[in-house]
C-alpha cells in the first residue's frame, strides 16, 4: 500500500511539475545550470529519493528536479530533429514545449511502474541523469520515425508544389486524386487495406501481414492484384500513362 501510494505522490507531483514548467524561460538556456543542480546528487542519492526511502519532502524535490533536467534535454533534442522534420520545424513554442512535456511524462511514469523497476536497469556505469537523458532520447526517436512524421511531410511537401500551379493545373489535379480515390475506394476490402498500407502509409509489409492476419508473401500479392486493378480502373477512365506508372506491378 505504501509503495503504491509513494507511486500515486509520484506521478500528481510530476502532474503538477509540468502544468507549469511552460511558463520558465527558453530552455535551450538552461540546460548548463540544471546539469550543475542535477549533479548536487550521487547516483545512489537519484535512486534512494526517486523511490522515496527519504521520506515523501525529499522524493518530491527529487522528481521535481529530474522532470526539469529531462523537459530541457527533451525540448532541446526536438529542436535539433526540426531541421529535418519540417512538420516539428513549423509548431509554435508552446506547442514544442507541450510535446517536450509528453515525452518527458511517459519516461517519468515509466519510471514509476512496477515499484520503480526500470530503475534496476541502471549498471551505475555513469551519470543516473546521462542514463535517464538516453532513454527519453531514444523514446523520441522512435517517435519521431513513425511513419504519421513522415506522412505529413509528404503532405506539405505536395501542399508546397500546388502552391505553385495554375488555376487549372490545380483543377486537373484535384480530379485525378479524386479518381484515384474513387478506384482504391472500389478494390476488394482486403486489397484495399494492403496497398493503403504498404503503398500510401508506407507501413513495413510485416506489419501491414500482421494487421491483415496473413504472410507477408499474401500482402505483396494483395498490393500486385490492387495496382493491376487501379490501372484498368484508372484506364477505364481516361486518365493518361504518366499517372499510370505509378500503379505498375
Known amino acids: 500500500m505504501l509503495k503504491c501510494a509513494m507511486r500515486l505522490f509520484f506521478t500528481c507531483a510530476t502532474c503538477t511539475f509540468l502544468s507549469t ?79 517536450a512535456q509528453d515525452f518527458v511524462q511517459e519516461v517519468l511514469l515509466k519510471i514509476a511502474q512496477n515499484n520503480f523497476a526500470l530503475l534496476h536497469q541502471f549498471r551505475n556505469t555513469g551519470a543516473f541523469t546521462s542514463w535517464v537523458a538516453t532513454i527519453l532520447c531514444n523514446l523520441i526517436a522512435r517517435e519521431l520515425a513513425r511513419p504519421f512524421w513522415r506522412q505529413r511531410t509528404r503532405e506539405e511537401d505536395a501542399e508546397q508544389l500546388i502552391s505553385t500551379r495554375t488555376p487549372e493545373q490545380i483543377t486537373q489535379i484535384e480530379h485525378l486524386r479524386m479518381t484515384i480515390q474513387g478506384c482504391v475506394d472500389h478494390l476488394p476490402s482486403r486489397r484495399r487495406l494492403a496497398f493503403e498500407g504498404c503503398i500510401v502509409q508506407n507501413i513495413d509489409t510485416a506489419e501491414v501481414a500482421q494487421q491483415l492476419q496473413t504472410t507477408i508473401n499474401s500482402v505483396h500479392q494483395l498490393v500486385f492484384h490492387a495496382r493491376r486493378e487501379l490501372r484498368l480502373c484508372l484506364e477505364k477512365q481516361g486518365i493518361g500513362p504518366d499517372a499510370l506508372a505509378l500503379f505498375r506491378e
Request: proline content about 5%; cysteine-free.
Open 21 to 99: 514548467v511552460h511558463q520558465a524561460t527558453n530552455p535551450a538556456d538552461n540546460l548548463m545550470s540544471e546539469q550543475a543542480s542535477t549533479s548536487r546528487r550521487t547516483n545512489v542519492e537519484w535512486l534512494t529519493e526517486l523511490r522515496g526511502e527519504r521520506g515523501f519532502g525529499q522524493q518530491e524535490t527529487a522528481h521535481r528536479d529530474l522532470a526539469r533536467y529531462l523537459y530541457i534535454v527533451a525540448y532541446n533534442y526536438l529542436r535539433q530533429r526540426q531541421h529535418n522534420l519540417p512538420p516539428l520545424g513549423a509548431l509554435d513554442p508552446q506547442e514544442h514545449a507541450a510535446l
